[in-house]
């Protein structure tokens, strides 16, 4: 992977104003926390807005005027409002999802909507937004596959063609939908069953050849090569391991992130607590790279900045956020030193 080209300045903003927003588990974390950076460049997490059920999954919409939070333990969603100059959230509602541990919410800008993953009954549900950018309360649902209990965990849009995905880690599955402006609900396509016992947690597109994607296995600790077509048809590739050889013990794959030249994979180890890295070569197929060491514990999930050359990891066990450079020729991660207090670190967005 070669370098990064710069665009824009994670933290740009001046000393005071946040740049970015994170949420957590409780009882750690108490709401919706903003990162600031300080005279010299310190950064902190401070409270910005103070809500329970655990804010882990965050997404900021309307070219960042909005900001919508999943509270997992809470089984609830919420919407702020964001000054733009100020960085300052306000609450616009608050609203039951309609299901069980929400834990992924894909905001659809086109179509004005959001759908909900959840991991507690499989669901996923879809919210309208207010006149005001506010979500409404679900008043949609996707039922779950039969089988083996369903665990919903990630759900998104196709970035360019009418199609959404969706994992459930339960039934070893990934679900497809063709969405159709004519119907009332996304239309469900066969979808890829999967080994048993892979449990597919999260996956990435392709940032340049819409026909591939990339899913990362929690209980396998596998990473998939998928390709996909515009009717929504999915093959596997290839399947190999988001840990090194040799290793043994026990783990948890978590988050994937792509790098946005398409050259490169980041990939979140559990209790193993490392990145691991993989190469992308012209043809989109995966090998491995290498990996490195978290900082800390159980690294959650991990958030490119806009620019490209950093990815911010949440550790949800030692409650901090680590800051790795992506700037290295040999396109390995390398923390720079910045370690930021976050109770219950679950989840980071960037303004």
């Known amino acids: 992977m070669s370098p990064r080209t710069v665009h824009t300045s994670a933290d740009a903003r001046p000393p005071g104003v946040p740049f970015a927003y994170a949420g957590g588990y409780a009882p750690s974390c108490g709401g919706v926390h903003a990162l600031v950076r300080e005279d010299g460049g310190r950064v902190r997490a401070r409270l910005a807005a103070p809500i329970e059920g655990s804010p882990t999954w965050l997404h900021l919409a309307d070219g960042g005027r909005r900001l919508h939070v999943l509270l997992e333990e809470s089984h609830e969603l919420a919407s702020f409002a964001v000054d733009p100059a100020d960085g300052a959230v306000t609450p616009m509602s608050r609203v039951a999802t309609g299901g069980a541990l929400p834990v992924h919410l894909a905001f659809d800008e086109r179509a004005r909507e959001a759908w909900i993953a959840h991991y507690g009954d499989g669901s996923v549900r879809g919210a309208a937004l207010d006149d005001d950018g506010a979500l409404r309360a679900p008043d949609r649902s996707i039922a779950p596959g039969t089988g083996a209990e369903p665990h919903a965990h990630m759900v998104r849009r196709h970035p360019r063609w009418p199609l959404m995905l969706a994992t459930d880690l339960g039934q070893d599955r990934l679900r497809v939908w063709r969405l159709d402006d004519r119907a009332p609900m996304p239309i469900e396509l066969e979808g890829l069953p999967l080994p048993a016992g892979s449990g597919p947690r999260h996956f990435v597109f392709h940032p340049k050849d819409a026909g591939q994607l990339y899913l990362l296995n929690e209980a396998a600790n596998a990473l998939d090569w998928l390709g996909l077509d515009a009717t929504g048809r999915l093959t596997h590739r290839l399947r190999i391991s988001s840990l090194p050889a040799g290793f043994e013990g026990l783990n948890y794959a978590s988050d ?74 040999d396109g390995m991660p390398r923390f720079d030193g910045r370690f930021i207090a976050m109770p219950g670190a679950a989840c980071v967005v960037f303004r």
Do not use: K
């Open 256 to 329: 994937l992130q792509i790098a946005p030249d398409g050259r490169g994979l980041f990939a979140l180890n559990r209790l193993h607590d490392a990145i691991a890295v993989f190469d992308l070569d012209g043809q989109g197929c995966p090998s491995w790279r290498g990996e490195v060491w978290a900082q800390g514990s159980y690294p959650r999930s991990a958030t490119l900045s806009p620019d490209g050359r950093e990815l911010w990891v949440c550790l949800q066990r030692s409650h901090q956020v680590c800051v790795f450079g992506l700037d290295g020729e």
